[in-house]
């Protein structure tokens, strides 16, 4: 165990530094000057001369060669580079197009012109004057502007219909690369750009059919050394070294450099107006109504989706995101912790109703008008602005629930689905539920003479846990619609909120030193709030998930294998329609679907069907392990058995089964170092594991780093101790421990 202990303390100082490297705040870059440093990393593609470039205008840098300019680009993003040399088109497309983390600095005032190498081994007569030919034409008559001003200066990606033939006596090889946009890249699966469209018009002017060799750009001038290729269309500098390899034709522009730099949190462009968001990507939150709303308004944005506000907040901070849409009251308990965010002046997104949902049951219709009677008494008493004032104004101190577990039951217990990762409206006060909606429900239950009992699981699963029955009513600011009303009864509202666009303001981000912002995540994601309980509570329902599991699958598998194990037809057909199911399928989906469909009206726990549902896949594993295992034991072991006098079943257990155990063990850990992992999805099915509780904090201290790093180790942690509890057991089983007077028992003469 010290040696996994060291593991340990090594993993996490090894994230600590990577997380100190990657939070440390570099100089933001705002001129080429600040580029000739020795500290200075500049990527380059290799094969091209920019390191030549880099060595003239930043001779005291490093360069550093890249496969290609995505990868600069993202290298750049990360950090990793400082700089990346490419042509200006090429940044500024990439910028166009959604590149995230880097911006253009400035132009280095030199360039190379672009051609086209054509192959001495071409099978094409007269290959190059045709395509001199061919270029004077298309300069002539404004084609090759046209094009030009299209592809690079508009960004407009629509080739045009251009007549190639599919068959043809000549047929024209041209090698090109994918990953160079706006020259030559894919578009789904077909390749597209401006040295595509050039080799279409070509072909069509001689008459020829295409193919395209796709190459990476260090091995492109090789293939037409070989007469792989006819000719190169790939946005190639004409450099004087390639003007020795290869013939040239006249040249089709000129390709100025520049230099593309990390766009940091200090030089993100500020969102100010509506429509600075026209093309922007935004995050929206997966089951919220938001997304139908920004289609609406900004057509052309780019649409990702979340589980969680603070996943979205942690986009935003790294630059995935431009803004995402969020509830007023929600803003105001970001700020909070993120002072540095604001509400895109001037603007709503929309104003939302907010009420409680129930099952489209005559029940749920009788519990909706019970709850929408009553909302109009606490409105008229001002018992319900005392409810909102006091969680949204009041000091944390005074921000109580009754406690609504030990509520009388006089009238039954109600059954609330809700999502903990909503301040004020649903949120985890001191390892409790608290919040807007949860004091209403407690109240509502105690006026009515209802027990309640309260379930925390994903937003988009609160709904269907309603329509399914599963809950007898959900309240997570959900926005009432007539979409929603159609599957379930909506109250009426007890309140309407403001969805505003939540942008970042373009200041600075906070001070502080490394260490000082680690003590003060860790102070927030485990001391406050003793919150450090709730992970345990997590481990733990974790642990019990896992050890059921690995238990009841062993034991199921073990099962079925025997039932199958002398060939019976009907048992081995229904054992691979049992695996094929399994495995083919992703256990959230399984999980899913144990819970709203196959106990969709049974009242069981999230844990028990995670534990029916990894039990399942446990033990799908374990039968194909213990095949794999069997086979590999001779079978003459089988006969030499039956030579000795056991019976079947003596010889299954004494002789082959120790046998087959050190060929499945290595899988058996295996599989378990799987399931505990795959556990992490059991959040879907209203379970509060590890990963769930580490979403619920993250939702109250919007600090997406810490609380993930920690669940990471602990999951290490976890699966490391499970192992070594296993391979304990392993020490036992193994068969050359065992002693002959063991394994001759019951034999005659023994």
């Not at 010290?2 to 870059?29: D, F, H, R």
């Not at 009513?473 to 007890?494: C, H, L, Q, W």
């Not at 534990?611 to 896949?617: A, E, K, N, P, Q």
């Not at 020490?731 to 063991?742: A, G, M, Q, V």
Request: charged share 20%; aromatic share 10%.
């Amino acid at each position: 165990m010290k040696k996994w202990v060291c593991m340990v303390l090594l993993l996490a100082l090894a994230l600590a530094v990577l997380t100190g490297c990657s939070a440390q705040k570099t100089e933001s870059i705002t001129s080429l000057e600040q580029l000739n440093a020795p500290s200075i990393k500049i990527g380059v593609v290799s094969d091209t001369n920019n390191d030549l470039i880099a060595a003239r205008k930043m001779p005291r840098a490093t360069v550093v060669h890249m496969k290609d300019a995505i990868s600069g680009y993202l290298a750049v993003s990360q950090g990793k580079l400082d700089a990346f040399i490419s042509s200006i088109s090429q940044i500024q497309t990439a910028i166009r197009n959604g590149q995230k983390g880097i911006r253009y600095l400035g132009s280095l005032e030199e360039g190379y012109s672009v051609a086209i190498p054509v192959s001495e081994k071409t099978k094409i007569p007269n290959l190059l004057e045709k395509l001199n030919s061919f270029i004077d034409q298309i300069r002539a008559d404004g084609t090759l502007q046209d094009m030009y001003n299209r592809w690079v200066n508009l960004g407009d990606y629509t080739m045009p219909d251009i007549d190639v033939p599919e068959e043809s006596p000549i047929v024209l090889k041209v090698g090109t690369v994918g990953s160079s946009m706006p020259f030559s890249f894919y578009e789904g699966t077909e390749l597209t750009g401006h040295e595509i469209e050039l080799a279409r018009r070509f072909a069509a002017s001689i008459g020829a059919s295409l193919e395209y060799m796709v190459y990476d750009y260090d091995g492109i001038l090789a293939g037409l050394q070989n007469g792989d290729v006819d000719c190169i269309m790939a946005n190639l500098y004409a450099t004087d070294e390639r003007r020795e390899l290869a013939t040239f034709t006249q040249d089709l522009y000129v390709e100025t450099m520049g230099v593309a730099v990390r766009d940091t949190a200090q030089d993100r462009k500020v969102t100010r107006t509506l429509e600075d968001l026209a093309n922007a990507t935004i995050g929206v939150q997966t089951g919220s109504t938001h997304d139908v709303v920004l289609r609406s308004i900004l057509p052309n944005a780019k649409l990702l989706y979340f589980n969680t506000n603070a996943d979205m907040l942690a986009a935003l901070n790294d630059g995935k995101i431009d803004a995402f849409p969020a509830a007023e009251l929600i803003l105001r308990q970001m700020r909070a912790e993120h002072p540095k965010l604001q509400a895109l002046p001037d603007f709503s997104l929309m104003a939302g109703d907010i009420g409680f949902a129930m099952p489209k049951t005559p029940e749920g219709e009788a519990l909706r008008d019970e709850f929408s009677a009553w909302f109009k008494e606490i409105k008229a008493s001002g018992e319900l602005e005392e409810i909102l004032k006091k969680w949204t104004e009041g000091p944390e101190s005074g921000k109580t629930v009754l406690d609504w577990a030990t509520l009388p039951a006089n009238n039954g217990v109600l059954h609330m689905a809700t999502e903990a990762a909503f301040a004020p409206y649903e949120y985890i006060q001191d390892g409790k539920l608290a919040g807007i909606e949860i004091d209403m429900a407690a109240r509502f239950c105690q006026a009515k003479g209802y027990g309640l009992e309260i379930t925390d699981m994903t937003f988009s699963s609160v709904l269907p846990s309603v329509s399914t029955g599963k809950s007898d009513f959900a309240a997570s600011g959900i926005i009432i619609t007539d979409a929603r009303k159609e599957s379930v009864n909506m109250t009426e509202p007890y309140m309407t909120e403001k969805a505003l666009m939540v942008v970042y303001d373009g200041g600075a981000t906070d001070g502080g030193g490394f260490f000082d912002r680690l003590g003060a995540s860790f102070e927030k994601t485990f001391i406050r709030e003793d919150r450090w309980k709730l992970f345990a509570s997590g481990i733990l329902t974790t642990l019990l998930i896992t050890a059921c599991s690995i238990v009841l699958g062993t034991i199921l598998g073990f099962g079925i294998y025997m039932l199958c194990r002398k060939g019976n037809k009907a048992a081995n057909l229904l054992t691979r329609f049992f695996i094929w199911l399994v495995q083919g399928m992703p256990v959230v989906v399984l999980l899913m679907i144990l819970y709203y469909v196959i106990f969709g009206n049974v009242a069981i726990s999230g844990t028990i069907v995670a534990v029916v549902g990894f039990t399942l896949v446990f033990a799908a594993g374990v039968v194909s392990m213990l095949k794999s295992g069997v086979v590999a034991v001779d079978k003459g072991q089988t006969e030499a058995a039956y030579a000795l006098g056991y019976t079947d079943r003596k010889a299954f257990f004494r002789m082959i089964l120790p046998q087959a155990l050190p060929h499945f063990f290595p899988a058996f850990k295996g599989e378990i170092t799987a399931l505990i992992k795959a556990t992490a999805v059991v959040g879907y099915v209203a379970v509060q594991d590890l990963t769930k509780i580490a979403d619920i904090i993250r939702s109250r201290t919007y600090d997406a780093f810490f609380p993930l790093i920690a669940v990471a180790i602990i999951y290490f942690i976890l699966a490391a101790v499970l192992t070594a509890i296993v391979n304990r057991l392993g020490n036992f089983i193994d068969p050359r421990r065992r002693k002959e007077t063991d394994v001759l028992k019951g034999v005659k003469g023994k």
